[in-house]
């Protein structure tokens, strides 16, 4: 219920944000050459200056191990997380961790338009129930 509330909060400000965003499946971005693995996440929101990700953890997650890595496009930019460190800890939060960015962080101009490069990942208890 908390992380339904949190998400709807990040999702209301995000839509009150100047910011663009979308998934990329843009081939321009690369991440192979990218140290640490690419990092599904649970949700994403923007404003018009800062970037919100939720993704897993096993208790232990922090923003310093999860890495932003910015790609230029032509009018806009691509943000691809990396986690570059494991969580090692053994207590999974059902409901994930925030990480935040502010787009000074990470480079970027306030209103920058801005899509996602990381897959997106149902929790369990989120997916749709079959129809018996």
Same mark, same amino acid.
């Given at each position: 219920m908390? *992380?339904t509330? @949190? !998400?709807?909060?990040?999702? #209301?400000v995000?839509l009150?944000?100047?910011?663009?965003?979308?998934t990329?499946?843009?081939?321009?971005?690369?991440?192979? &050459?990218?140290?640490?693995? !690419?990092e599904?996440?649970? =949700? =994403?929101?923007?404003?018009?200056d800062? @970037?919100?990700?939720?993704?897993s953890s +096993?208790?232990?997650?922090?923003?310093? &191990?999860?890495?932003?890595?910015?790609t230029? !496009?032509?009018?806009?930019?691509?943000i691809?997380?990396? *986690?570059?460190? $494991? &969580?090692?800890?053994? %207590?999974?939060?059902s &409901?994930?961790v %925030?990480?935040q960015?502010?787009?000074?962080?990470?480079? !970027?101009?306030?209103? =920058? $338009?801005?899509?996602?490069? +990381?897959?997106?990942?149902?929790?369990?208890?989120d997916k749709?129930?079959? #129809?018996?």
């Open positions: 908390r *992380r509330i @949190a !998400l709807c909060a990040v999702a #209301a995000a009150s944000g100047a910011a663009c965003a979308t990329s499946g843009d081939p321009a971005v690369r991440t192979a &050459d990218m140290p640490g693995q !690419l599904p996440i649970h =949700a =994403a929101a923007f404003t018009r800062t @970037a919100v990700f939720w993704v +096993n208790g232990c997650t922090s923003k310093a &191990d999860v890495k932003p890595f910015i230029r !496009l032509r009018d806009s930019a691509v691809t997380l990396r *986690r570059v460190d $494991e &969580d090692q800890c053994s %207590q999974p939060r &409901d994930g %925030q990480l960015w502010s787009f000074e962080e990470l480079g !970027l101009p306030p209103g =920058a $338009e801005v899509s996602v490069n +990381n897959p997106y990942m149902m929790r369990p208890e749709p129930k079959e #129809a018996s």
